[in-house]
């Protein structure tokens, strides 16, 4: 229990002090924010900064911090160090730089501020990076919530028909102006959220279980190591790159820069907070991380949240504790097809301000997200998280040319250099390895690893110097 509470006291102080030191870095002013100087009335619209937190925190909050969560505690209690250290050091400068960046640039997405810090040639890649990653994570989300209220209802509404309600709830989502539909829905979810956070956490606290103390052994019943599998495991809730896909949604709407501390870093701290009480929930209610590991493979993700859940808190609390499971990846599934309309519209140049525009990018994207319903969902999950984390390593790159550009030469932009650097590792070491990759050995796997991290590191360093003479 001792490793929980000191978890979620050095996340809260994470934010108090690492979260100020980054926004001292960006250095926030009383410039204009998109929100005020364009306010289109469809995606720039100025929002409350506390409907803006709760926005943001459910557009990231997906499966991701849960799913994820129970699959890295199969690890063991070492997956509390990642969530902790990774969120603090890593995630939320990342959001936080990723939302800001966007700001400074009219609320551009993170494919076109690769284009600006990185050249022509990373827009492209990143344009098209981006838009597979969020049609692969709008279908996770797609999936995941479908098979568990299919779980809740009549064998006649099974997960094909609450499939098709989800995919009808996001047409809207996308192309409704962001305050009509989500602006009003997501403070009503965010705090359903919040309530089954604590409840959960309650369950684990009050319920007589045992959450074992950190170590760094690595405890996986199948054999996998902790490099760089559980970086990879763990996005969500740790750092993850859809968020850099988020950010700039949320740019739009933000009317002070000094909003921004609260807004992006504050939202990363909380989703690690949730994905920490799922971390805990697993490994204290099956105790072992063996049988944790069976549970997920027999019943599934949902099926294994739902048994924590119903069991842990009774059927009152069990049924919360699954709405909010439900509401999480629905409120990201919905923003992910609306950010990869929004990057489509830069590339066509469509104005969305007409909704025939909207229609003509959103109908053939959810179309697609359909399809891949189909597709066995560990499949996707895989390859959404490991794109999840190569994204995130590029928007970190982004964030640290950007600090290099504005002559953050030294401490400012080693704060996004150094997680940038560690997460080219992660991504590299995992597709050279992992079987939906290369399925190479560790011997092979570790070094070209880092040295990718190494060469990276190099040319960022020859950037700096020759920025700094």
């Known amino acids: 229990m001792v490793s929980l509470i000191v978890s979620l006291v050095v996340l809260l102080i994470g934010f108090a002090v690492y979260g100020r030191l980054t926004e001292r870095v960006f250095g926030p002013d009383d410039r204009q924010t998109p929100a005020v100087a364009i306010n289109d009335g469809v995606d720039c619209v100025p929002m409350k900064p506390w409907k803006a937190f709760l926005v943001q925190l459910l557009?990231?909050?997906?499966t991701g911090p849960i799913?994820?969560?129970l699959m890295g505690a199969c690890f063991g209690p070492v997956v509390f160090l990642w969530i902790v250290l990774g969120s603090i050091l890593g995630g939320a400068v990342h959001d936080y730089m990723s939302g800001m960046i966007s700001c400074r640039h009219g609320g551009d997405s993170i494919a076109e501020l690769s284009g600006v810090y990185l050249g022509g040639a990373a827009k492209?890649?990143?344009?098209?990076?981006?838009?597979?990653?969020?049609?692969?994570?709008?279908?996770v989300f797609v999936n995941s919530p479908a098979a568990l209220i299919a779980r809740l209802t009549p064998a006649a509404l099974n997960e094909q028909f609450w499939i098709v309600v989800i995919l009808l709830y996001y047409v809207?989502?996308?192309?409704?102006?962001?305050?009509?539909l989500i602006g009003k829905l997501y403070p009503v979810f965010g705090v359903i959220l919040i309530v089954m956070a604590v409840s959960v956490l309650g369950g684990v606290v009050f319920g007589g279980y045992t959450i074992p103390e950190v170590t760094l052994r690595d405890l996986h019943p199948e054999g996998l190591p902790v490099w760089p599998f559980m970086f990879i495991?763990?996005?969500c809730g740790a750092i993850s790159g859809f968020?850099?896909?988020?950010s700039p949604m949320i740019a739009k709407c933000i009317t002070s820069e000094r909003q921004g501390r609260a807004i992006f870093y504050g939202a990363m701290i909380a989703e690690s907070v949730i994905a920490l009480i799922w971390a805990a929930a697993g490994v204290?209610?099956?105790g072992a991380t063996e049988v944790l590991n069976d549970a997920l493979s027999t019943l599934g993700q949902s099926g294994t949240v739902y048994e924590i859940s119903n069991t842990m808190l009774g059927v009152a609390g069990g049924a919360l504790a699954v709405v909010g499971v439900v509401v999480c990846p629905i409120t990201s599934g919905d923003t992910a097809f609306r950010s990869a309309r929004l990057i489509l519209a830069e590339i066509t140049r469509l104005d969305q301000r007409k909704i025939r525009n909207r229609l003509l990018i959103t109908l053939p994207l959810l179309a697609v997200g359909a399809v891949l319903t189909q597709l066995d969902f560990n499949v996707l999950w895989r390859y959404f998280s490991w794109s999840n984390q190569t994204l995130a390593m590029i928007s970190l790159w982004v964030a640290t040319a950007y600090l290099v550009k504005e002559g953050r030469y030294r401490l400012g932009s080693l704060m996004t250099a150094l997680p940038a650097a560690f997460m080219s590792a992660v991504s590299l070491t995992y597709i050279l390895m992992a079987e939906e990759g290369f399925s190479l050995s560790a011997s092979a796997a570790y070094p070209a690893g880092g040295a990718f991290a190494a060469l990276l590191f190099c040319l960022y360093l020859i950037k700096w110097r020759k920025d700094a003479k």
């Open 59 to 62: 557009n990231i909050a997906g």
């Open 67 to 69: 799913f994820g969560a």
């Open 124 to 139: 492209w890649v990143m344009r098209v990076f981006s838009v597979v990653l969020l049609v692969l994570t709008g279908t």
């Open 172 to 180: 809207l989502a996308t192309l409704l102006p962001i305050d009509k």
């Open 233 to 235: 495991t763990v996005a």
């Open 243 to 246: 968020h850099a896909t988020q």
């Open 284 to 286: 204290a209610f099956y």
